[in-house]
């Protein structure tokens, strides 16, 4: 039976005769909503990292040296399957780069502002493409990350271009991104496969501000009704040496009276963080409200009195190790505490009286090893550790 057809009707044929033999194995692996394998056993992969507070990832199809079929394309991949320089890919009329893998975009994503070998990216999701050379390539992150593969790559959509230099690697049959380098303010990410590796530097500029700005959002939730949250806030700033007025208005709240308490931990926060900022009064008047708490330990003055001899502040640290061992006497740690003050000063033969004192009252193996190796330094006349 003859049926006519309308001239759109037979174009819509064509073209999807003419979709059926150059995607073929390609767009049935994207149909929405269906799950099918993978086109050319170019498995989907993924590697994540975190620099610090930012999460780096990495999304990509992974093609193998061999094809399906077994053949071997070893010394065929650079220059060849992946050609040097832009190509036409017979598509957009415009001379594309290789997409990082195969299938859809490799996709990068940082979820804050970076900077890729020194040049500044913002958070978000990117197209990676790389241009290949016998010498150097260029990386590019593309503000489209949805495209499939480079067909219809546009520079105008370029958010960053870096230049790095390729390296020889160890074999790798399927191509693979890796974090090479994990530090807590950068990381070095890599492209592997058949003998060549293609890197790049990733470094969080200013990972305090992340961190800071993080914990001003987490205190609004539920961990910000336990002075806790408060002080373990506060206490980042004391560490890190960063954002110390603010540091001291998450003390203060720790230490306050709505959510907080004014106990040993927070008070000797809060001092810390007012002797860092230079207002020593206010910081010893606070200590001293802490040490004389009801509530305050014997081994929690003793690590003030360890703080304090950090500093170098040896005199405060002495005052602080007699206390302890006035207010609770013989009891753990006092006289260590007393030891280490008057060894600092350089008065060995105190410092040898008290450690050998509390060398007796030593609670585990550990800190009895400690005090013997002491004792033997004091007698030797040198310095303890």
């Not at 909503?33 to 170019?42: H, K, R």
């Not at 071997?72 to 594309?96: E, F, N, Q």
């Not at 602080?320 to 060995?348: I, K, S």
């Amino acid at each position: 039976m003859n049926v006519r057809r309308s001239l759109p009707e037979i174009m819509i044929m064509a073209l999807r005769t003419l979709l059926s033999f150059a995607f073929a194995g390609v767009l049935c692996a994207q149909v929405p909503g269906l799950t099918l394998p993978p086109d050319g056993n170019n498995q989907k992969a993924q590697v994540t990292q975190y620099v610090g507070p930012v999460r780096v990832g990495i999304e990509y199809s992974s093609p193998a040296v061999h094809t399906a079929g077994g053949v071997d394309r070893r010394g065929a991949i650079w220059g060849k399957l992946v050609p040097y320089g832009m190509t036409d890919l017979g598509l957009s009329g415009r001379p594309s780069p290789w997409r990082g893998g195969a299938n859809e975009n490799t996709v990068f994503e940082v979820s804050h502002d970076v900077l890729i070998e020194g040049k500044p990216l913002p958070a978000g999701r990117y197209g990676l493409h790389m241009i290949a050379g016998p010498e150097m390539w260029t990386l590019i992150f593309s503000k489209n990350s949805i495209a499939w593969g480079s067909f219809q790559y546009n520079e105008a959509d370029d958010a960053l271009r870096v230049t790095v230099k390729p390296h020889k690697h160890e074999y790798r049959e399927w191509l693979t991104y890796e974090f090479t380098t994990r530090r807590p303010t950068e990381a070095v990410a890599e492209m592997q496969w058949e003998d060549l590796a293609v890197a790049w530097s990733l470094r969080v500029p200013d990972p305090n501000e992340i961190y800071v700005s993080r914990l001003s959002q987490e205190l609004t939730g539920a961990v910000g009704f336990t002075w806790q949250g408060w002080d373990a806030a506060a206490q980042f700033c004391l560490t890190h040496d960063t954002h110390l007025e603010q540091g001291l208005k998450w003390s203060e709240i720790a230490a306050g009276t709505l959510v907080g308490d004014a106990n040993f931990t927070t008070l000797s926060t809060k001092a810390q963080l007012l002797s860092k900022l230079g207002r020593e009064s206010e910081a010893r008047a606070t200590m001293d409200t802490a040490m004389h708490l009801p509530s305050a330990k014997p081994g929690q003055i003793h690590q003030y009195g360890r703080t304090l001899l950090a500093q170098k502040k040896v005199a405060e640290a002495i005052a602080v190790f007699e206390y302890n061992a006035a207010h609770f006497g013989d009891q753990w740690p006092t006289h260590v505490g007393l030891a280490r003050g008057y060894a600092a000063a350089g008065d060995n033969r105190k410092a040898l009286e008290q450690a050998r004192l509390a060398l007796a009252q030593a609670p585990d193996p550990l800190n009895r090893a400690a005090l013997e190796e002491m004792i033997k330094a004091l007698e030797a006349g040198q310095p303890i550790k």
